[in-house]
């Protein structure tokens, strides 16, 4: 499938922000912790969401979708220790079923998780597994498989010696039920992390900590099921705001969404002049006769500015005034896509693979593109609406995985995006 987007219109509207993918990618997983029927609400339609729930079925467990967005999870009595080859290539947030299934089966078997190609080779998994470890996991590589094996899991102190989302997410979810008391530390302390937290909370879990650096879990003997209601999706809303603010054409109203989650990219917008205002669940964007000027990013650790955000702003940033550095701090491949701005008539200068200097204002041309991940595909597409003339863009599965019916919601703001 294609976007064929014919760019250069003005946009103006109300758009709304769908629940967050990389949190609730996290609760097919944690939903193998109990037995009892789990509610999520929000969930975003999307692939990845998909794949994790073709995964959930795959090992034997039941989901149902109740209505739009809403779905019900229950996991089945025989947990099946491996995880198919087929799923586990397509998303790498697919590790997190490994620590609820060494939990409840004693062994674990998968082989090595895909995902966006943004990292250099395979993205490690290396955390994860010293961190089973520590708790008491034995591992052996067979035929292109790691084989997990544990009879109990118990309590451990873990150091990460790089901060990693799904890293925290998966022993914290994981020492839940191991015997006695898990401290990590150098934790990342993202808002998916705190809401997930939070449910595991509600569900009868013991986590201290979520949102700090430190995270404390007493383990504890069983988990109950509940309501989980997914945050609103943060990277969305942040890249609604920087087409928004790009575009300078019209006013844009970006509802349900949590703006204290973007501090990050507030501070830039009030560097770069952009014309905005914050309420407690939405985002006014209003155009200004101000000339929007340049500013250098480096991509940090939440509450930095989320790596996940860089394409957008690398986008956003071909249409303000002056140069702006670009160092991409976390992945050493999520800035090559630059080069395909640059054919769309951007100035671009790469120093390295992970920075890049953007001198602007510059006038973008449409072009045939193919989107090479989630990240990139949407900047491209932001870059194809801010240009003039007709953008093609191949390979939009990579942005389908992440942002709902994003041509028919972009498109009630004026954009003119087709899918063929
Ligand atoms: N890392 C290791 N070893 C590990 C784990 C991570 O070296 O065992 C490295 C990674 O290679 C990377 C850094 O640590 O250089 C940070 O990776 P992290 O583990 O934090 O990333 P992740 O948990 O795999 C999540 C999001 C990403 C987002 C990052 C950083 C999900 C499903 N994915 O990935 O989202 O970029 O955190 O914020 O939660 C996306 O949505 O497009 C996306 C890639």
């Not at 109300?14 to 609730?24: P, Q, S």
């Not at 937290?197 to 879990?217: D, F, H, R, V, W």
């Not at 992945?331 to 200068?349: E, P, S, V």
Request: with cysteine.
């Amino acid at each position: 499938m294609k976007f064929i987007v014919n760019g250069g219109k003005k946009l103006e509207g109300e758009i709304e922000v769908k629940g967050a993918k990389n949190a609730a990618l996290k609760i097919f997983p944690v939903a193998l912790l109990t037995k009892e029927t789990i509610l999520v609400s929000n969930i975003p339609e999307i692939e990845d969401c998909l794949r994790a729930q073709e995964m959930f079925e795959a090992l034997g467990h039941k989901a149902k979708k109740i209505s739009c967005g809403i779905i019900e999870l229950k996991a089945q009595n025989n947990i099946c220790p491996e995880l198919p080859e087929n799923l586990v290539n397509k998303f790498r947030a697919s590790i997190m079923f490994v620590g609820p299934t060494l939990a409840a089966c004693g062994e674990a078997r998968f082989p090595h998780p895909g995902g966006c190609v943004i990292g250099a080779g395979t993205r490690p998994i290396d955390l994860f597994l010293k961190g089973f470890q520590k708790m008491g996991a034995k591992i052996e590589i067979k035929n292109g498989y790691y084989c997990l094996t544990a009879k109990k899991l118990k309590g451990a102190e873990i150091f990460f010696n790089k901060i990693t989302v799904t890293g925290t997410e998966s022993l914290m979810t994981t020492a839940t039920l191991a015997e006695g008391e898990t401290i990590l530390k150098n934790c990342a302390m993202e808002p998916e992390i705190i809401s997930l937290a939070e449910y595991l909370n509600k569900s009868g879990s013991k986590i201290k900590g979520a949102g700090t650096p430190t995270i404390i879990i007493k383990g504890v003997k069983k988990l109950h099921g509940g309501e989980y209601k997914i945050i609103p999706d943060r990277i969305e809303a942040g890249t609604f705001a920087m087409l928004a603010a790009a575009s300078n054409s019209g006013e844009i109203l970006i509802k349900n969404c949590e703006p204290k989650h973007l501090e990050a990219l507030w501070a830039l917008f009030d560097r770069i002049g952009v014309n905005y205002l914050l309420s407690k669940n939405s985002i006014r964007i209003k155009p200004t006769k101000r000339k929007l000027v340049s500013c250098d990013l480096t991509t940090h650790e939440y509450p930095g500015f989320a790596t996940d955000l860089q394409p957008p702003f690398t986008t956003f940033m071909t249409q303000t005034y002056g140069s702006s550095l670009i160092h991409e701090t976390i992945y050493d491949r999520r800035l090559l896509f630059a080069d395909i701005l640059t054919q769309m008539g951007a100035n671009i200068i790469m120093a390295d693979p992970h920075r890049v200097v953007v001198s602007g204002q510059t006038k973008l041309r449409g072009k045939k593109v193919v989107s090479p991940d989630l990240r990139a595909g949407i900047a491209l597409l932001m870059a194809g609406i801010l240009a003039t003339g007709k953008t093609e863009i191949d390979n939009i599965y990579q942005i389908e995985r992440g942002y709902e019916k994003i041509s028919e919601r972009l498109n009630n703001l004026g954009a003119e995006i087709k899918k063929v």
